[in-house]
């Protein structure tokens, strides 16, 4: 006996992936900065907060993707959470890779809270879009009226290094603000389709491959403005501050990411010096992952 049908004539049936579906928790309170919640699920990971030196009481978080990257379908979520007087420093321990999808984004969400007089910094690693990657990136923050957040994302276009051009891909980024339940600001990015083409044009990008937003909301963020301005002046790429009532907005705008991360760091280090109080000879130094 033979099958009616031949192996070569069956018609092909594209495999299913299995896709992730990640997320991670954290929370701290107190002056003391006490671990209050921990949340893993896989391939999401939070290294054990390691207490910074000094008497601040700040300690450090690292936010892990085991995947090493997301593509079509996946899904990462994190959610930081400070509150009564906590001082906390998130980071992510690598940069984010954003893999060649077949159709549907990869995305990636994060929400930040901040209540009753704390100070959180998320401060993530790079994300790297590569060509045929599609990424819509949402990051919500909740925040009171006595408490402070530093906060930044910045995204690399394509794989410079190794001669990447972006051909075909997609990024949608969203930011959300509310400061006592009222949205204070909003902001998104988007660009689909050829953004090789599409970051030449002198209305977008004007030729740049890399870029960052870093915003710093406190009671006190105007107060910063000109030495903002002033820092970033000696930016190798292009770079500007604006300030709106208790927020101050940084954009930064590099040929590649090499030079996005100078001026990021040249940057980060005196700024935040100035907002935790110190001197300007005494720089604040940053995440200990930066530098592996």
Known sequence: MYAATSRSETPFQPQRLQRLHGAARVGFAGPETRLTELYQANPCRVLLPRRTEGRDGRVEAVLLNTAGGVTDGDQLDYCITAQSGAQVTATTQAAEKIYRSRGADSHVQCHLAISDGAFLEWLPQ????????????QTHMEIDGGSRLLAMDWLLLGRLASGERLTQAAV???WRLRRDGRLIWA??????????????????????????TLIYVASDAADYLAMAKGLLRE?????GASER?????????APDGLTLRRDVEAFLLPFRAAIHGRPHSMPMPLPRVWAC
Not at 235 to 239: L, Q, T
């Open 126 to 137: 790079e994300t790297i879009l590569f060509n045929g990657g599609a990424l819509a990136r």
């Open 172 to 174: 949608r980024d969203r």
């Open 187 to 212: 902001d998104d990015f988007h660009l689909q389709g050829d953004i090789e083409n599409l970051s030449a044009r002198p209305a977008l990008l004007a030729g740049a491959r890399a870029l960052a």
């Open 235 to 239: 930016s190798h790429g292009r770079a």
């Open 245 to 253: 009532p208790g927020l101050l907005i940084c954009r930064f705008l």
